[in-house]
């Protein structure tokens, strides 16, 4: 795998911003790669994926490329007085940026995106606020009640309001009870497919069980998967080389592996 550290202006955050790209070794002319953006928690950035996992082992089987952005600790929010958008960065700008700088696929079907704890929430967020642009998505251990999070991590009441924390798409339990309504009104809607996986001793199980049980009883793609684990790399170790089986990709064998399997 060729690993690739980025530096580049953004017009949406207003400056300098990075962003770790893995690709393949060796490109086919005319065949665009996969991508899978893969974020980063709270206290982490553009580098730790590729620093405390097997991730660049695992993908070597993969015609894919890996997007690690850095969002700081940013919630993947756009604050309210609008001086921070780093969900319109994340969903919007940074995907035209990178498919404008490396040979990536432009096409919804070829585009996914996953993340642990502060971005299994931006994950999920891009996903469920935004379904015409991503296949699917992958959260480990993520913050997906953002209630409980809004109550207990001072620094988001002074980005948002507390009514900008329990409406979608910033409250993603709300998102996705909204765009399974939607997509019952407009079955043409593509969902995206959903993969969620926390271990049993995390601080944020009950709060993927409450997500979990929301999204099966709204009838949403979302396959689950617990384990015994708590917060750590060891865990997210073992998400992303699951995850990386579960996304539909073209392996080096030549075939296509599909979601689910």
């Avoid at 001086?83 to 990536?104: N, V």
């Avoid at 070829?110 to 296949?135: D, I, T």
């Avoid at 109550?151 to 980005?159: A, D, G, H, P």
């Avoid at 948002?160 to 339990?173: K, R, V, Y």
Wanted: hydrophobic share 40%; net charge negative.
């Amino acid at each position: 795998m060729a690993l690739f550290h980025s530096c580049f202006f953004s017009d949406v955050l207003g400056m300098q911003s990075r962003a770790e790209v893995i690709l393949p070794d060796r490109l086919e002319e005319g065949r665009p790669l996969p991508t899978l953006y893969l974020l980063h928690g709270l206290s982490d950035d553009e580098t730790i994926w590729c620093r405390h996992t097997s991730l660049e082992l695992y993908a070597r089987g993969y015609y894919l490329a890996i997007v690690m952005p850095n969002a700081h600790r940013s919630f993947y929010l756009d604050s309210d007085d609008g001086s921070t958008r780093y969900f319109t960065y994340i969903s919007e700008e940074l995907p035209k940026l990178m498919e404008s700088f490396f040979p990536l696929a432009k096409e919804r079907e070829h585009r996914f995106v996953a993340g642990l704890s502060m971005g299994g929430y931006g994950a999920f967020k891009c996903a469920l606020a935004k379904p015409e642009r991503y296949a699917a998505a992958a959260s480990f251990s993520g913050v997906l009640d953002f209630d409980h999070a809004y109550r207990n991590w001072e620094y988001l009441s002074t980005v948002i309001s507390e009514e900008t924390a329990a409406t979608a798409p910033t409250n993603i339990i709300d998102a996705a009870n909204k765009l399974a309504a939607l997509s019952k009104l407009t079955p043409e809607i593509k969902i995206p497919k959903l993969y969620q996986e926390c271990g049993t001793e995390d601080f944020l199980y009950e709060s993927n069980i409450k997500f979990r049980d929301n999204a099966l009883s709204n009838g949403l793609s979302l396959e689950y998967h617990e384990r015994p684990g708590t917060h750590n790399w060891e865990f997210w170790n073992e998400c992303i080389r699951k995850t990386l089986a579960w996304l539909p990709l073209q392996t080096e064998s030549n075939k296509t592996t599909a979601i689910g399997v």
